[in-house]
């Protein structure tokens, strides 16, 4: 089932000319329904000139700050993120589905971590939210941030991260790094390339210390810097990641024509919501098991349709299931059977999927 929530924004503010922070009023009797950790997102809906629009948001607050707030940066022709920033205001209500994702590590006061961040523009909202709580919940634990923008005007957050590091002296570094400006420090100038990343390593990361490792930003900055660390001997499971757009790459144009190719025509589906079956047999014209129920006329969760944001994930009970595209789901997830609906192509004459999970 689908459980979006009419939620009033109780505030609109601008971080920076492109980026506007949206606060929202959870009363008290859903705030229950709304908990989050650290690093989750929100699913928005919004009817945008007659078009219903799904979106998801990282929230930036933390848990802690008993706070609902997402950061959303403005993308040239972009639906969502031109109203947030141009037409949004206080007292209007959009619809919210509960918080989700898995981009965080549970925290825990007994222990030390030395937590290695890379966050590129908006990229920084789930990255706030897991230093705020992290430096709030684990006394001794520290941070090192590397946040990469154009400006020093764009930073988003900027006042807000270096009072953290003035609230955890010693436990909160920052190094910021500019596209479009020069400083001083050359290793600071540019975007995080293959050979920056070597760098960083040989001169400020020292990667037998690191305890875990979250990257958010464009996909190719998050390969680079996950496959450098892991080249220098961090192991893989350490490197958390969270995409928030994909550009499909033609390998993966390929993958998922791959797996239409392998469709079994007429599917018998079977999914479980909320408790309860719904059934209905794959159309031809639909290749992944979320379109064809919906077609069908199941309500079920989705945002992206694009295989980023995993708002439409479900766990495979019974036959089999071909991903197109999968940037969402870890491999241990996936080794448990869980699948993005919105990607999965049926291979057996009957599949079951649970989306209770
Ligand atoms: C888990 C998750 C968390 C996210 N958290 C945040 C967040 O905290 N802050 C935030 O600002 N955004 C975040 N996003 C991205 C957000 O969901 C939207 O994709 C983004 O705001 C663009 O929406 P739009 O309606 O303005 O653009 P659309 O109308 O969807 O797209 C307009 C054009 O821009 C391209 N495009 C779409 N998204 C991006 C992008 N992110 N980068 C580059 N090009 C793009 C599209 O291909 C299209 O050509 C997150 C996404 C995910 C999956
Ligand atoms: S709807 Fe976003 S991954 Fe399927």
């Known amino acids: 089932m689908t459980?979006?929530?009419?939620?009033?924004?109780s505030e609109v503010h601008k971080e920076t000319k492109d980026c506007t922070s949206i606060t929202f009023d959870i009363p008290k009797e859903l705030q229950e329904t709304f908990l989050y950790k650290q690093g989750q997102h929100l699913t928005i809906k919004a009817s945008i000139n007659g078009e219903d629009i799904r979106r998801s948001y990282s929230l930036c607050s933390s848990p802690l700050?008993?706070?609902w707030q997402v950061a959303v940066k403005r993308i040239n022709g972009g639906v969502f993120s031109n109203y947030?920033?141009?037409?949004?205001?206080?007292?209007?209500?959009?619809?919210?589905?509960?918080?989700?994702?898995?981009f965080f590590v549970e925290t825990n006061p007994s222990v030390?971590?030395?937590?290695?961040?890379?966050?590129?523009?908006?990229g920084i909202t789930p990255i706030l939210s897991i230093i705020k709580t992290h430096l709030a919940s684990e006394p001794n634990s520290t941070f090192k941030l590397f946040y990469l923008n154009r400006n020093v005007k764009s930073i988003i957050f900027?006042?807000?991260?270096?009072?953290?590091?003035?609230?955890?002296?010693?436990?909160?570094?920052?190094?910021?790094?500019?596209?479009?400006?020069?400083?001083?420090?050359?290793?600071?100038?540019?975007?995080?390339?293959?050979?920056?990343i070597q760098e960083l390593i040989a001169k400020i990361l020292n990667v037998s210390t690191?305890?875990?490792c979250f990257v958010c930003g464009p996909e190719e900055m998050i390969f680079?810097?996950?496959?450098e660390l892991v080249n220098a001997g961090l192991s893989k499971e350490k490197v958390h990641y969270e995409l928030f757009f994909s550009g499909v790459t033609e390998e993966d144009k390929k993958k998922a024509a791959q797996a239409v190719e392998h469709k079994f025509e007429g599917t018998e589906v079977t999914i479980i919501d909320g408790g309860k079956e719904f059934h209905f047999a794959m159309d031809d014209d639909y290749d992944n098991i979320l379109d064809g129920a919906l077609a069908a006329g199941a309500d079920l969760p989705f945002a992206c349709k694009g295989g980023v944001c995993s708002t439409c994930k479900c766990k495979v009970i019974e036959g089999t299931v071909e991903m197109k595209i999968n940037y969402a789901l870890e491999e241990d997830e996936v080794a448990k059977g869980l699948v993005l609906s919105c990607q999965a192509v049926p291979t057996t004459e009957k599949v079951v999927v649970d989306f209770d999970v």
């Open 224 to 227: 680079i810097i996950r496959d």
């Open 84 to 102: 947030a920033n141009n037409v949004l205001k206080a007292g209007d209500v959009l619809e919210l589905m509960p918080p989700l994702g898995s």
């Open 158 to 196: 900027k006042e807000e991260i270096e009072a953290l590091r003035n609230m955890y002296f010693g436990r909160l570094e920052i190094f910021y790094f500019l596209t479009k400006e020069q400083r001083d420090i050359p290793l600071l100038n540019g975007r995080f390339t293959s050979e920056k």
């Open 3 to 9: 459980d979006f929530y009419p939620i009033r924004v």
């Open 210 to 212: 690191i305890d875990e």
């Open 65 to 67: 700050e008993n706070k």
């Open 112 to 122: 030390t971590k030395n937590y290695v961040v890379f966050a590129a523009g908006s």
